[in-house]
Nanobody, 115 residues
Framework: QVQLVESGGGLVQPGGSLRLSCAAS????????MGWYRQAPGKQRELVAS???????NYAESVKGRFTISVDNAKNTLYLQMNSLRPEDTAVYYC?????????WGQGTQVTVSS
Protein backbone atom coordinates (compact mmCIF):
# COMPACT_ATOMS: atom_id res chain seq x y z
CA GLN A 1 0.00 0.00 0.00
CA VAL A 2 1.01 3.56 -0.72
CA GLN A 3 -0.28 6.63 1.09
CA LEU A 4 -0.27 10.10 -0.48
CA VAL A 5 -0.65 13.32 1.48
CA GLU A 6 -0.97 16.66 -0.32
CA SER A 7 -0.23 20.08 1.12
CA GLY A 8 0.36 23.64 -0.03
CA GLY A 9 -3.05 24.70 -1.24
CA GLY A 10 -4.69 27.97 -0.27
CA LEU A 11 -6.06 31.29 -1.42
CA VAL A 12 -3.97 33.36 -3.82
CA GLN A 13 -4.61 36.44 -5.95
CA PRO A 14 -4.59 36.22 -9.74
CA GLY A 15 -1.02 36.31 -11.00
CA GLY A 16 0.28 34.79 -7.79
CA SER A 17 2.12 31.53 -7.12
CA LEU A 18 1.69 28.42 -5.01
CA ARG A 19 3.67 25.23 -4.62
CA LEU A 20 1.84 21.98 -3.92
CA SER A 21 3.55 19.00 -2.35
CA CYS A 22 2.57 15.33 -2.25
CA ALA A 23 4.43 13.07 0.16
CA ALA A 24 4.34 9.35 -0.59
CA SER A 25 4.84 6.69 2.07
CA UNK A 26 4.42 2.94 2.40
CA UNK A 27 5.59 0.23 0.00
CA UNK A 28 7.03 2.50 -2.69
CA UNK A 29 8.36 1.22 -6.00
CA UNK A 30 11.23 2.90 -7.82
CA UNK A 31 9.26 2.65 -11.07
CA UNK A 32 6.16 4.82 -11.14
CA UNK A 33 4.14 7.53 -12.81
CA MET A 34 2.91 10.39 -10.66
CA GLY A 35 0.60 13.19 -11.56
CA TRP A 36 -1.48 16.11 -10.43
CA TYR A 37 -5.16 16.22 -11.29
CA ARG A 38 -7.73 18.87 -10.49
CA GLN A 39 -11.47 19.05 -10.21
CA ALA A 40 -13.42 22.28 -10.29
CA PRO A 41 -17.04 22.48 -9.07
CA GLY A 42 -19.40 20.91 -11.60
CA LYS A 43 -16.55 19.68 -13.79
CA GLN A 44 -14.80 16.37 -14.34
CA ARG A 45 -11.42 15.65 -12.86
CA GLU A 46 -8.67 16.49 -15.34
CA LEU A 47 -4.97 15.83 -15.67
CA VAL A 48 -2.79 18.86 -14.94
CA ALA A 49 0.69 17.36 -15.22
CA SER A 50 2.47 14.03 -14.87
CA UNK A 51 6.01 12.77 -14.43
CA UNK A 52 7.54 9.33 -14.75
CA UNK A 53 10.32 7.77 -12.71
CA UNK A 54 12.58 8.52 -15.69
CA UNK A 55 11.53 12.22 -15.30
CA UNK A 56 9.56 12.43 -18.51
CA UNK A 57 6.88 15.12 -18.06
CA ASN A 58 3.52 15.90 -19.62
CA TYR A 59 1.35 19.00 -19.16
CA ALA A 60 -2.19 20.03 -19.97
CA GLU A 61 -2.21 22.77 -22.61
CA SER A 62 -3.92 25.16 -20.21
CA VAL A 63 -0.97 25.11 -17.77
CA LYS A 64 2.03 24.85 -20.10
CA GLY A 65 4.56 27.56 -19.38
CA ARG A 66 2.96 28.37 -16.00
CA PHE A 67 3.16 25.13 -13.99
CA THR A 68 6.16 22.89 -13.36
CA ILE A 69 6.00 19.35 -12.03
CA SER A 70 9.01 17.84 -10.28
CA VAL A 71 9.90 15.02 -7.91
CA ASP A 72 12.44 14.51 -5.14
CA ASN A 73 12.96 10.75 -5.00
CA ALA A 74 15.09 10.99 -1.86
CA LYS A 75 12.11 12.51 -0.05
CA ASN A 76 9.44 10.56 -2.00
CA THR A 77 7.76 13.87 -2.65
CA LEU A 78 6.04 15.24 -5.74
CA TYR A 79 5.74 18.98 -6.33
CA LEU A 80 3.72 21.29 -8.52
CA GLN A 81 5.00 24.83 -8.83
CA MET A 82 2.15 27.00 -10.05
CA ASN A 83 2.90 30.49 -11.33
CA SER A 84 0.76 33.16 -13.00
CA LEU A 85 -2.33 31.65 -11.45
CA ARG A 86 -5.72 32.44 -12.94
CA PRO A 87 -9.23 32.25 -11.49
CA GLU A 88 -9.89 29.28 -13.77
CA ASP A 89 -7.16 27.35 -11.94
CA THR A 90 -9.44 27.23 -8.90
CA ALA A 91 -10.07 23.58 -8.04
CA VAL A 92 -9.29 20.76 -5.67
CA TYR A 93 -5.90 19.39 -6.67
CA TYR A 94 -5.24 15.68 -6.26
CA CYS A 95 -2.00 13.74 -6.33
CA UNK A 96 -1.99 10.36 -8.08
CA UNK A 97 0.59 7.61 -8.16
CA UNK A 98 0.62 4.57 -10.47
CA UNK A 99 2.95 1.67 -9.73
CA UNK A 100 2.95 -2.12 -10.00
CA UNK A 101 -0.46 -2.05 -11.68
CA UNK A 102 -2.10 -0.12 -8.85
CA UNK A 103 -3.47 3.39 -8.60
CA UNK A 104 -3.36 5.60 -5.52
CA TRP A 105 -4.92 9.00 -4.80
CA GLY A 106 -4.34 11.64 -2.18
CA GLN A 107 -7.15 13.36 -0.32
CA GLY A 108 -6.88 16.60 -2.30
CA THR A 109 -5.95 20.18 -1.47
CA GLN A 110 -8.02 23.26 -2.34
CA VAL A 111 -6.54 25.97 -4.52
CA THR A 112 -8.57 29.16 -4.83
CA VAL A 113 -7.47 31.99 -7.12
CA SER A 114 -9.45 35.12 -6.39
CA SER A 115 -9.00 38.81 -5.72
Amino acid sequence: QVQLVESGGGLVQPGGSLRLSCAASGSISRIYVMGWYRQAPGKQRELVASITSSTSTNYAESVKGRFTISVDNAKNTLYLQMNSLRPEDTAVYYCQRRELGKLYWGQGTQVTVSS
